[in-house]
């Protein structure tokens, strides 16, 4: 999603960002638009910054900086995430950014078009499909299109799910690199929502190793007793990054997970027709 909201690329670690440019032609006293500025960088970026990090690369003095921080986190637009030892790691956006984010999207040309392809895709796998990023530590819905049949599970756009038990969060920790995801599951609990839950970090990780060679995401009950589902990345230009997760549920009365894997040539189709919305440098797919 951050890669949709600001349509930015991360900035170069040998080039001033455009932020700090803009940053530095403001007058000293536009303190709103310094924290705007903040709030775009983080969002580009889609990884948390120490607040060294961030004085470099905006040139805000460090005092300026903390206090501007404070501020923004008291209201919920950043967040400090630790690590596994309960040390600051980082500053990325915070819960009241995401919601905004998702308001605004709520009333976009994004929102259409992105439900005309989920749309699509239902009516032909004949099960709910749902679209999700990473935020934080979890899964965020930002849209889903449910099947017409009864038998289905309910989620809705705004919801979170965990990272370790569902499609779309294997999908994205087995993309991380080794050092990243090392740091994401330290910092988790891997609890047991069914009996099929991987809870231990060895077993998980020798899972999301098999996904990332396959590039894929597969939740086998895992999360839901009776629910199976498959994640396909939606990538950046080029291929490389993960902007978002495209997956199908499933109630295993009605579908194996052997049969969802087999939409998987669709359930890319759609993930390349999707990442032009959530990326401005893509190219749109025919």
Known sequence: MKDALSSASNASSHAPSHAAVQQEQLPEDTRVLR???VVE???????PFSLSQLSARLHIPKATLTRMIDSLEALGYVTHIPDSRGADRGITLGPRATQLALTMLANSTFTRSCRALLRGLVDVLGESCN????????????????????LRLHMQPGMRVPLHCT????????????????LVL?????????????????????????????????????FVRGMVAI?????KPG???????????????????????????KLKETAARLAPLLHADATPQR
């Open 35 to 37: 924290a705007l500025i």
């Open 41 to 47: 960088h983080l969002a580009a970026a889609g990884q």
């Open 131 to 150: 679209l999700t990023v990473l935020d934080g530590d979890a899964v965020l819905y930002v849209e889903r299109v449910e099947t017409n049949e009864p």
């Open 167 to 182: 499609a779309s969060g294997k999908l994205f920790l087995s993309q991380m690199a080794p050092a990243e995801r090392a």
């Open 186 to 222: 330290a910092r988790m609990q891997l609890k047991a929502h069914t009996y099929r839950t991987f809870t231990d970090p060895t077993l998980l990780g020798a899972e999301l190793d098999r996904l990332a060679s396959r590039g894929l995401g597969i939740d086998n009950e895992e």
């Open 231 to 235: 994640a396909v990345p939606v990538r």
């Open 239 to 265: 291929g490389i990054g993960v902007l978002a997760s495209l997956a199908v549920h499933a109630p295993t009365a009605r579908a194996s997970l052997d049969d969802l894997l087999k939409n998987v040539p």
